[in-house]
Nanobody
Framework: QVQLVESGGGLVQAGGSLRLSCTAS????????MGWFRQAPGKERESVAA????????DYGDSVKGRFTISRDTAKNTVYLQMNNLKSEDTAVYYC?????????????????WGQGTQVTVSS
């Protein structure tokens, strides 16, 4: 099994920044594709960003392009989500996910393992 633990969430004012981390442990491989998703109250879970196993390819949801950056440190089995210029609509529980496939995708059905989530609240 693979365990994913997110950290770095919290309360921030609009326009501020946060960096989320997700560390994998257990029977993980450093080349798993990784993704960040979020779910706001009363809404469906949506894709935020995805990164390939090598870190050479990434993709973003339209609502976060230019503000969020996904990256990974394979030596630490950790993926990051740098979030800048946060808006109130970014308020959600953020989840990381790992997938045993090549490349990267924001399709959540492709992911095999999920973390418990970390709350991000942006006050306006």
């Amino acid at each position: 099994q693979v365990q994913l633990v997110e950290s770095g969430g919290g309360l921030v004012q609009a326009g501020g920044s946060l960096r989320l981390s997700c560390t994998a442990s257990g029977r993980t491989r450093s080349n798993y594709a990784m993704g960040w998703f979020r779910q706001a109250p009363g809404k469906e879970r949506e894709s935020v960003a995805a990164i390939s196993g090598t870190g050479g390819s990434s993709d973003y949801g339209d609502s976060v392009k230019g503000r969020f950056t996904i990256s990974r440190d394979t030596a630490k089995n950790t993926v990051y989500l740098q979030m800048n210029n946060l808006k109130s609509e970014d308020t959600a529980v953020y989840y990381c996910a790992a997938g045993r496939f090549l490349g990267r995708t924001r399709a959540e059905t492709m992911y095999d393992y999920w973390g418990q989530g970390t709350q991000v609240t942006v006050s306006s």
